[in-house]
């Protein structure tokens, strides 16, 4: 499980990141990103009902995208707000399989351009 300090919980990080962040599309989710003042990343993780509409597949597939982030967190990156909003593609993929795409979407992220 990510660290509190790891974690997007407020609604108002999210509405910065997502209206204001740059994004990465891939066929299984958008990653929307935002540097911030801190020198580690913060996660947060969207998967609303269109996805699936029961709520253990939704929170498996969080479950799993968290395990990967913590997984990867001092990886690449650091200083970044990340969200990922889920497409329903990803119902039925394995962890092998998203934690892949994760890792290549993280490192299109570039590592310095402008503060917003």
Do not use: C, W
């Amino acid at each position: 499980m990510l660290q509190k300090e790891n974690r997007l919980k407020k609604e108002k990080d999210f509405r910065v990141v997502l209206g204001r962040g740059r994004y990465v599309v891939t066929p299984l989710f958008l990653l929307k990103y935002i540097p911030n003042t801190l020198s580690y990343n913060r996660y947060g993780f969207v998967v609303s009902t269109k996805v699936s509409k029961k709520s253990p597949m939704r929170n498996t597939i969080k479950r799993r995208m968290r395990a990967i982030a913590k997984k990867n967190e001092k990886k690449g990156i650091q200083g970044h707000d990340i969200a990922f909003i889920v497409k329903k593609e990803i119902v039925g993929r394995s962890f092998q399989e998203i934690q892949e795409i994760m890792a290549e979407a993280l490192q299109k992220v570039p590592q310095q351009f402008s503060r917003i």
